[in-house]
T-cell receptor
Framework: TQLLEQSPQFLSIQEGENLTVYCNSS?????LQWYRQEPGEGPVLLVT?????EVKKLKRLTFQFGDARKDSSLHITAAQPGDTGLYLC?????????????FGKGTRLSVIA | DVKVTQSSRYLVKRTGEKVFLECVQD?????MFWYRQDPGLGLRLIYF???????EKGDIPEGYSVSREKKERFSLILESASTNQTSMYLC??????????????????FGAGTRLSVL
């Protein structure tokens, strides 16, 4: 069974601080996705990383896929209250075909103004 | 824009009732999924479907069933609701990984969720 471990589970920081969220597994994934879920809504895709070592930037958010495609990180620079939400990573199995995504349990981020 | 619509945002039901949660997507996605989301447990897959009239059990299918009579609609059924089924239920849809061309494969689009309380 493939598992994705996210850390930390909770994070409360002041506006302007930097933070990193980690998503780790002992399994290899063909791709990793990051979603953000705001209160009362469903998760929404932020980014997909596919190649080992890949780095993608989305404004103040930087996503990295590990060289071995077993882990990923999300770094937020100068966090703002609008970044508050639940961040979920999700992996597609290496030979997935129609295998569902594996989701981490999420990191709940609170950015205080 | 992709739209996944869940029929109710909030539901309150009694123990033993039969409960139907409906989900409709407008992107002609082959894949549809039902999850429940609980604090500390994350998203747990209940059932999924890769085609009309086709269903596969997820990680926690006990106490649930599903129906997919049309491609755009995927229903989750609680045959006899119990208090431990109180949860947030999320529906999602996606193109399969095998989709051709530039389609956004394997990206899940979620509905806004149904918060179900079973009393």
């Amino acid at each position: 069974t493939q598992l994705l471990e996210q850390s930390p589970q909770f994070l409360s920081i002041q506006e302007g601080e930097n933070l990193t969220v980690y998503c780790n597994s002992s399994s290899v994934f063909s791709s990793l996705q990051w979603y953000r879920q705001e209160p009362g809504e469903g998760p929404v895709l932020l980014v997909t990383v596919v190649t080992g070592g890949e780095v993608k930037k989305l404004k103040r958010l930087t996503f990295q896929f590990g060289d071995a495609r077993k882990d990923s990180s999300l770094h937020i620079t100068a966090a703002q209250p609008g970044d508050t939400g639940l961040y979920l990573c999700a992996g597609a199995a290496r030979y997935s075909g129609n295998t569902p995504l594996v989701f981490g349990k999420g990191t709940r981020l609170s950015v205080i103004a | 824009d992709v739209k996944v619509t869940q029929s109710s945002r909030y539901l309150v039901k009694r123990t033993g009732e039969k409960v139907f949660l409906e989900c409709v997507q407008d992107m002609d996605h082959e894949n549809m999924f039902w999850y429940r989301q609980d604090p500390g447990l994350g998203l747990r897959l209940i059932y999924f479907s890769y085609d009309v009239k086709m269903k596969e059990k997820g990680d926690i299918p006990e106490g649930y069933s599903v129906s997919r009579e049309k491609k755009e609609r995927f229903s989750l059924i609680l045959e006899s609701a119990s208090t431990n089924q109180t949860s947030m239920y999320l529906c999602a849809s996606s193109y399969p990984l095998t989709s051709g061309g530039s389609l956004p494969k394997n990206i899940q689009y979620f509905g806004a969720g149904t918060r179900l309380s079973v009393l």
